[in-house]
């Protein structure tokens, strides 16, 4: 390799893109353009970097297997950093065995790195744990290793592990700093700001107030009973019953658990459940329906009395009942809560990562958009959406995609 390509390639590394392109922007050779795409991809133009990787594969001829797997990690590393979550994983998983059978552990490391980034953006915890797991921490130069252990600080932050995920932020830290690269400082930075921001809102006796992620992790492991409205379940300790796929129920459960220890009036329940301002017997008759059906769902939790005017929760093992909400709750509230982390996301990456149909997704955002909360950029397929930032939102708990409509 020349000494153009060598320096370009040490420049990259050190996270000087301008650098880079500096020694190699005329060239047109496959060494040259993959370069060039890393390059452009470190400045933020993923579109031209996806273009230029993938000009350098065609480029590279059929005997250097090398570079051509390298090429694809790179192209993965763009697609993940564009938020294209539909990029065709097998094409990485068959560039990382080449790369473990060649002997090129450093960049097979960091196609398994970028497999773990993805599926913890698409909330698939136990499988990005596995993946990473597949590899040393210690063995990792000083950026890869600061990327693994971001990686491991959002498992244990989605997990509510605040010191497992302090201690990833140390490591993440010191690695970044080892590496001198800017942009990854900032990444570790972003990182400790997320785990002190607020991370969901706390409902109980008619007070609200925001809580931080260690104080979610408290409160769950204390001897309340809550109603998560981040995962839609009502838990008592290690009992946990989910209501995510009966939305009418949970909605009653919710609005009872916000109410404790006063009760809700019949009129306020049904309207909330069923949608209507107008209560008549035969909603009267589905609301005492639907409570009793939640008392069987919640049997072992609470126990659900009826007033002379509406119904109350009666905890069975605990003495308090409280509502954990997230900080800013409306419609597509979700959306916003994953744009919030200030990348740019395709409608298809954000209908993956919600578990909710693309069509649903783009009509939300076109809704969001005619508000002005969200903007986007390019057309097609290679349309982006971003949105301002939203104070007091973090993403950590939106772990299920929306509320079922009922």
């Known amino acids: 390799m020349d000494a153009q390509i060598t320096a370009a390639g040490r420049a990259l590394s050190a996270g000087d893109p301008l650098g880079a392109l500096k020694r190699v922007t005329l060239r047109d050779d496959a060494p040259a353009l993959a370069l060039r795409g890393i390059a452009m991809a470190q400045l933020g133009d993923f579109a031209r970097a996806k273009q230029l990787l993938q000009s350098a594969a065609r480029a590279f001829t059929s005997k250097e297997v090398m570079a051509r797997a390298r090429c694809v990690v790179a192209e993965a590393e763009v697609a993940l950093a564009s938020r294209d979550l539909a990029w065709p994983t097998k094409r990485l998983d ?91 400082l900032a990444e570790v930075e972003n990182a ?78 049904i309207a909330a459940a069923f949608r209507t301002r107008f209560a008549d017997d035969t909603h009267r008759i589905r609301l005492r329906v639907e409570l009793g059906r939640l008392r069987t769902a919640l049997g072992a939790l609470v126990q659900v009395h009826a007033t002379p005017r509406g119904y109350v929760l009666e905890p069975r093992s605990t003495s308090e009942i409280a509502v954990l909400a997230r900080p800013i709750e409306g419609k597509h509230a979700d959306v916003l809560a994953l744009l919030s982390d200030g990348e740019p996301w395709s409608s298809s990456a954000l209908a993956m990562a919600l578990g909710a149909s693309q069509r649903s997704i783009q009509r939300a955002l076109e809704t969001l958009s005619s508000a002005d909360r969200v903007q986007s950029f390019g057309c097609g397929r290679a349309r982006r959406w971003i949105a301002p930032s939203v104070p007091g939102f973090t993403t950590t708990l939106l772990l299920p995609g929306p509320l079922p409509s009922g």
């Not at 998560?228 to 919710?254: E, I, K, M, Q």
Request: glycine share 4%.
């Open 94 to 184: 068959s560039a990382r065995a080449m790369l473990e059978a060649h002997g090129d552990l450093t960049n097979a490391a960091h196609a398994r790195c970028l497999e773990a980034r993805r599926l913890l953006l698409l909330g698939r915890l136990d499988e990005a744990e596995r993946t990473l797991a597949q590899l040393d921490p210690v063995s990792l130069p000083p950026a890869l290793g600061s990327v693994h252990a971001l990686v491991a600080a959002g498992i244990a932050m989605r997990r509510l592990n605040t010191a497992a995920a302090r201690t990833a932020l140390e490591r993440a830290e010191q690695n970044a700093y080892l590496s001198g690269i800017a942009a990854l």
């Open 192 to 269: 400790h700001l997320a785990l002190s921001a607020p991370a969901a809102r706390l409902v109980a006796h008619g007070r609200e107030r925001l809580l931080q992620l260690h104080e979610v992790e408290t409160l769950l492991k204390s001897a309340t009973t809550v109603v998560d409205a981040c995962r839609h379940v009502v838990r008592d300790g290690n009992v946990v019953v989910s209501l995510a796929t009966r939305p009418v129920l949970f909605t009653l459960a919710r609005l009872l658990g916000e109410a404790w220890p006063a009760d809700v009036p019949r009129d306020a329940l």
